[in-house]
């Protein structure tokens, strides 16, 4: 699957095999970032995020790619509150600037050029109010698995897993993926391909942006950042 078929397929699912609401230290911290708003989510999907954002009462705002997933937001509770609208990234058609700009879940990846991505930083910096940030999750490292190939356990809920099986080639930055959802005694196999982005990387794209790095955590607790983090979570602001 590429990025722009990647919601319409998983948005059945998404929600029970990874809960209807993002961890409580990852919504902590946006709401902290945030301050008093507003918030712009890219890749908003189910609203895991938005809808919890905007039940502590800021304004949010989300972006998808997907009308399947924006259909399954505006289903449940709560999801009249998010103003939604319908684009592809790295397109963001928005004249409104914003205090947080988030995209978390390795959204980013999906963008399969160097150029979409960079595109995707730069129309997120020119949409951020003065002392807004911009905050991305992504993996920690060009190589995931540490050895080209391998699977990974992303998510353990009580009633489901999902495993990663990742090709990953460092030299290209390109990675395939086949994500193995085992939930409701079944199993399914849902393909997607992407581009990896190191850090680094990540930080030369902010600086070309306009922006430049505030903080960077290996999780959503705030833990510090080291070589062997599986996830980033960046916070860019602007210079």
């Not at 995020?49 to 505006?74: F, Q, T, Y």
């Not at 592809?88 to 928005?94: Q, V």
């Amino acid at each position: 699957m590429e990025s722009e078929t990647y919601g319409e397929v998983f948005a059945e699912v998404f929600d029970s095999v990874y809960g209807g609401t993002a961890p409580k230290d990852e919504i902590a911290t946006l709401a902290e970032l945030a301050g008093p708003g507003p918030v712009l989510e890219l890749g908003v999907g189910t609203g895991r995020v938005a809808i919890p954002l905007a039940e502590a009462g800021l304004e949010v705002h989300g972006l998808d790619n997907s009308p399947r997933m924006l259909a399954a937001l505006a289903a449940k509770p709560g999801g009249a509150a998010i103003r939604t609208v319908t684009a592809l990234l790295p397109d963001i058609p928005l004249a409104q600037r914003f205090r947080l700009i988030s995209c978390v879940d390795n959204t980013l990846l999906l963008l399969r050029t160097q150029e979409q991505q960079l595109q995707c930083v730069t129309n997120a910096a020119e949409h951020l109010t003065e002392d807004g940030v911009l905050v991305l999750e992504t993996l920690g490292q060009l190589d995931p698995n540490g050895a080209g190939s391998g699977i990974v356990l992303i998510h353990m809920g009580k009633n489901s897993a999902v495993l990663w099986a990742t090709e990953a080639n460092s030299a290209t930055q390109r990675f395939s993926t086949r994500e193995i959802i085992l939930a409701d005694n079944q199993v399914r196999v849902l393909p997607f391909r992407g581009r990896l982005v190191s850090p680094a990387e990540l930080d030369l794209m902010a600086r070309l942006a306009g922006l430049r790095l505030r903080a960077r955590w290996g999780g959503w607790s705030q833990e510090p950042f080291t070589s062997a983090s599986f996830l980033a979570v960046s916070v860019f602001e602007k210079v």
